[in-house]
């Protein structure tokens, strides 16, 4: 019996390299990790994967890094946007944690340095990007109009699950949809910007379930915490994410394998440009962070080829495939 066909894409979030526990970085940005990615895209190509390199003003203002991306065969890889507030003029007060969500701010910021970011790719690159992520996630309705505005018709704002004090995901679907104006979080009636969210969930089946548990299990008292961790170790329920910098090559694994059972079409790994470099950022701090990274995508991608036939795509190759199978909501 022929293996049933899923999509996969990569999406790399391509930026400077800060310490996240710092403050957000307000100039004199470091772009350092772009001389990873060439090896980095051969690594990809050789297992047939096709990076979306969604990158922020720094790495599209940046001669070296620009000279790096474009050296790529652009039929094996898509350069897409990257809205990082801190790093992205015209600058209008200091970044707190409240103005690095591009949610928080006002609209009119948000248009000028979305303006500015897609003028400098199309200056630098010769391309007008049709893919985009918020930097820290996040989206509304009236960023999903300056999107379809500057002609960008795919998203990847919405994070699964995930909630802040700012904005929630949690109502978020985890396969493609053509999210609502009024709740980004909801299929809605515009086909303009097509919503293609990265992979998260947990090693169990029925998500919803376990999202409630998860969370009447962060919000009770230090019994319920530890609950939590006890959920977690024992491997009865672990939130997860399809992310080689957040999670080993086995709870990947584990995640794909639930998508799997809930006849998941769409895996979508994302990850940061910078953590292809050890202890940069914070999040990588193991030595050879770059090939740590690769021989976990690896091991998800064998995995998964045992029971599918992956059609890799770059995240606009999705959108058109998805549209054309009408495999949207
Ligand atoms: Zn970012």
Known sequence: MAKPEVLFILSVDTEEEWDWSGPFPNSDFSVDNAKELPAFQNFCQELGIKPTYLVDYAIANDPYAVSILTGFNQNECEIGAHLHPWANPPFFNETSEFTSHVVNLPIEHVEQKLAALVEKIKENFQLTPNSFRTGRWGINGEVIKLLEKY??????????????????????????????????????????????????????????????????????????????????HSLLLRKLYLSPEL??????????????????????????????????????????????????????????????TIKFCTLSEAQTHLIERGMTK
């Not at 990850?271 to 292809?276: E, K, N, R």
Request: positive net charge.
């Open 151 to 232: 002609n960008i018709s795919v998203d990847s704002s919405a994070y699964p699950l995930y909630v802040n004090k700012y904005f929630s995901c949690e109502q978020a679907p985890c396969k493609p949809y053509w999210p609502a104006l009024t709740d980004t979080n909801l299929s809605g009636q515009q086909k303009a910007v097509l919503e293609i969210p990265v992979t998260t969930g947990f090693n169990r089946s029925a998500t919803q379930l376990c999202q409630a548990i998860h969370k009447a299990c962060e919000h009770k008292p230090l019994s319920w915490l530890r609950l939590n961790g006890l959920l977690w």
């Open 247 to 308: 999670c080993t090559s086995s709870d990947m694994i584990r995640l794909v394998k639930t998508q799997l059972q809930q006849k998941q079409q769409v895996f979508h790994m994302f990850m940061h440009s910078s953590t292809l470099v050890e202890r940069v950022t914070g999040l990588n701090n193991e030595p050879h962070a770059r090939e740590l990274l690769c021989q976990r995508i690896k091991d998800v991608i064998h995995y998964m080829q045992q029971y599918v």
